[in-house]
């Protein structure tokens, strides 16, 4: 979708914490910083992997207030303002868009919400009153609402609603998304490269924390159909993409942050950090890619 208006990476930043669970902003600067510098000009603030749900609104705001203005325009800002009610969705999207944000990322109606395809399209119907363009959320095995073909050109309709980022896992759900020509952003890290040569508008990208580098190459290839050379980096990234995904997905990305130098500390409570058992794992498939960040 050349129109579209987040196309490539955009990177699901991990929300940095110090040893007493508090937002690190210093340590957010500095990751930001490094991330712009990786070649990232689209960052998700507040996202799954950013720990939203673990933030209260206070310091949901302050975050997107400090890392809008530390990015300052250098990248496309989204922000996720997902909320039980959605007269709180509403006012975290119109804070976003005061501090700059470019567009919200949004999960349908959770927790014993309605799952009518009608309950759920005025549901987002109200969200575009806070006047950013609107990203779907489509996580069916956490929310059990699944955005399906028919739903999202009932959502496409609003002329706030952009698209659906799908974090599925399922390809072949995603690609009949794909299919229908509206927005759809791939938000399953095993999946990259394969949604990217489906056609998918953009990425929101979590595992991006560790290896911005050679993310933002395989986004840059696969946009110059040079295949042969994004399937080369695949090769790379593949087996800690497939990690991540397998299970503890912040855990691990938090800890594969840290152990390639970008990292945002322990995740906060109730996750605690990823069980020692399971580095080794983490630590072997990150050589590879360890080599080729650092090239």
Known sequence: MSDFPFPGLNLALATPFDAQGQIDFKRLEQNIERHLAAGVRGFVISSGTGMHVYLSQEESRQL???????????????VQT?????DEVVERTRHAKGCG???????????????????????YAGVAKGGLPIIGYNVPQVVGVAITPGLLGKLSA???????????????????L????????????????????AGVGGLIWGGANFAPRSCVALVEAAAA?????????????????????AGDYVKTVYAAADLMGYGAGVPRRPLSGLAPERLDALRAALAPVKAREAA
């Open 64 to 78: 997107v207030e400090r890392s809008a203005k530390l990015i300052n325009g250098r990248a496309k800002l989204i």
């Open 82 to 86: 997902s909320a039980l009610m959605q």
């Open 101 to 123: 944000a470019d567009g919200v990322m949004v999960l349908p109606p959770f927790f014993e919400g309605p799952t009518s395809d009608d309950e759920i399209v005025a549901f």
């Open 158 to 176: 609003i002329p706030e609603f952009c698209g659906v980022k799908d974090s599925s896992g399922d390809f072949a759900a995603q690609a009949s």
């Open 178 to 197: 794909v299919r229908t020509g509206l927005g759809v952003m791939n938000g399953a890290d095993p999946l990259a490269l394969y949604a990217l040569y």
């Open 225 to 245: 159909k040079r295949w042969e050379d994004a399937r080369e980096i695949w090769r790379t990234l593949e087996p800690s993409m497939s990690l991540i995904w």
